[in-house]
Antibody, heavy 125, light 110 residues
Framework: EVQLVESGGGLVQPGGSLRLSCAASGFTFSNYWMHWVRQAPGKGPVWVSRINSDGSSTNYADSVKGRFTISRDNAKNTLYLQMNSLRAEDTAVYYC??????????????????WGQGTTVSVSS | QSALTQPASVSGSPGQSITISCTGTSSDVGGYHYVSWYQQHPGKAPKLMIYDVSDRPSGVSNRFSGSKSGNTASLTISGLQAEDEADYYCSSYTSSSTWVFGGGTKLTVL
């Protein structure tokens, strides 16, 4: 079964740090771009960051650039998000998601076809 | 990185069809064939319903279809069913090599 399981969320004070993990199983993790997407309570999803399959290329939303770092360990089938200088507005459920793949055509797509269950990050004093 | 614009809510009766719009700019929706649509039920993770404007993942009902014209993409759900009641979000790849989501549309099945 294709699965993503996030962990590492919790309560942290403003200015603090947290590292999220996303354990992948059921597919060849090293073949896929991966994303982090967050969703504040009662709000829509917001894209946070993306990393390519071998970790050599990353992109970030302006709101987290310089504070968050996405990385991956393909040997451990795990995606990470290091979050520093956390702010109250970073409070959200954080999801990892896989770049889509069309089995029929053999092409990767720009959708996100597998999502984890999310891990909650609360930034408050 | 402004959010894509969606109507806050739409509604329809069982069996009817509804369409949800998603308006962006030439730097996102209008510039690429990379619009996706997600369904989200309360307390659940988003689920991919449409990718690359109009393609459906395996297992998604053919009652769901997507299209695009200029800077506006659309999701149409035909033959509305009670289980379609959910929040729907569009998303697009952008010229900044980032992704942007819409603000979401709450679908109510009357």
């Amino acid at each position: 079964e294709v699965q993503l399981v996030e962990s590492g969320g919790g309560l942290v004070q403003p200015g603090g740090s947290l590292r999220l993990s996303c354990a992948a199983s059921g597919f060849t993790f090293s073949n896929y771009w991966m994303h982090w997407v967050r969703q504040a309570p009662g709000k829509g999803p917001v894209w946070v960051s993306r990393i390519n399959s071998d970790g050599s290329s990353t992109n970030y939303a302006d709101s987290v650039k310089g504070r968050f770092t996405i990385s991956r360990d393909n040997a451990k089938n795990t995606l990470y998000l290091q979050m520093n200088s956390l702010r109250a507005e970073d409070t959200a459920v954080y999801y990892c998601a896989r770049r889509g793949y069309n089995i029929l055509t053999g092409y990767y797509t720009f959708g996100m076809d597998v999502w984890g269950q999310g891990t909650t990050v609360s930034v408050s004093s | 990185q402004s959010a894509l614009t969606q109507p806050a809510s739409v509604s329809g009766s069982p069996g009817q069809s509804i369409t949800i719009s998603c308006t962006g700019t030439s730097s996102d929706v209008g510039g690429y064939h990379y619009v996706s649509w997600y369904q989200q039920h309360p307390g659940k993770a988003p689920k991919l319903m449409i990718y690359d404007v109009s393609d459906r993942p395996s297992g998604v009902s053919n009652r769901f279809s997507g299209s695009k014209s200029g800077n506006t993409a659309s999701l149409t759900i035909s033959g509305l069913q009670a289980e379609d009641e959910a929040d729907y979000y569009c998303s697009s790849y952008t010229s900044s090599s980032t992704w942007v989501f819409g603000g979401g549309t709450k679908l109510t099945v009357l």
